[in-house]
């Protein structure tokens, strides 16, 4: 992994790790931005500072051993989408390399899930209880244009459902994660709304969701990231 340019982009010891301390990127309207990490009792925090001095991103989370579990991501922007998530995202993903941390493991807010999934974070699904829930959220949707997904979640409710244990023919652990994503891939591919709209109560699961992105997903997907980090003028690359 490397580093391209010191004076950009500079790594620090806070508490027992080695954090960014000094980063400088720019926004989707080229604007610059500065990032910085500070520790506050038993978090840390990555700040996004513009070029008023003001706090425009916070990124809170902890860190246990290898995992750095994401706590909550806050971007200060009048609504606008002006890649400052995506800026603490890449920031997270510096930390995590740097340190040779396993993943970044976060509880989505059920709003925030296709970002997350935009950057390769896999959803883990941990009940059959909450299997159920998603399936039958894609099953009702009358959208026409999701038809494949609505009647291959309904098979898939009625398999679990009525046999009352997942089978050894189908591990819906390890297939549903995949339908998740192929599903709100979909729904970005067709300009269809996640969240509730005037004119739509929108195509969301109505809860939750734990997601992770490991380092092996992080090094697959390398290409992807690099051109993240050069669109935002970091001086890193995997």
């Not at 969301?204 to 734990?210: C, G």
């Amino acid at each position: 992994m490397t580093i391209l340019n010191n004076n950009t982009l500079q790594l620090a010891n806070i508490g027992k790790y080695k954090l960014v301390n000094t980063l400088k990127a720019i926004d989707n309207n080229s604007n610059p931005v500065f990032v910085t990490t500070i520790k506050e009792n038993d978090k840390f925090k990555t700040l996004l500072i513009n070029k008023e001095k003001s706090i425009i991103g916070v990124n809170s989370f902890k860190i246990n051993e290898k995992f750095f579990n994401g706590s909550r991501m806050d971007s200060y922007s009048n609504n606008e989408h002006i890649g400052l998530g995506e800026i603490m995202r890449l920031t997270s993903i510096i930390n995590v390399i740097e340190n040779n941390f396993r993943k970044i493991q976060i509880f989505s807010l059920n709003e925030a899930i296709p970002f997350h999934l935009k950057y390769k974070f896999i959803p883990k699904i941990q009940t059959d209880d909450s299997m159920l829930d998603i399936l039958n959220r894609i099953a009702s949707s009358e959208e026409k244009k999701l038809n494949n997904y609505s009647k291959k979640a309904e098979e898939m409710f009625s398999d679990i459902f009525f046999n009352g244990t997942i089978t050894q023919e189908h591990n819906y652990y390890e297939e549903l994660p995949d339908f998740i994503i192929s599903y709100v891939n979909k729904i970005r591919e067709e300009k269809l709304p996640w969240n509730k709209t005037i004119n739509s109560p929108g195509f969301n699961f109505k809860e939750d969701l734990p997601m992770e992105l490991t380092t092996q997903n992080i090094k697959d997907n390398k290409n992807f990231f690099n051109n993240l980090f050069a669109k935002h003028k970091i001086d890193y690359r995997i």
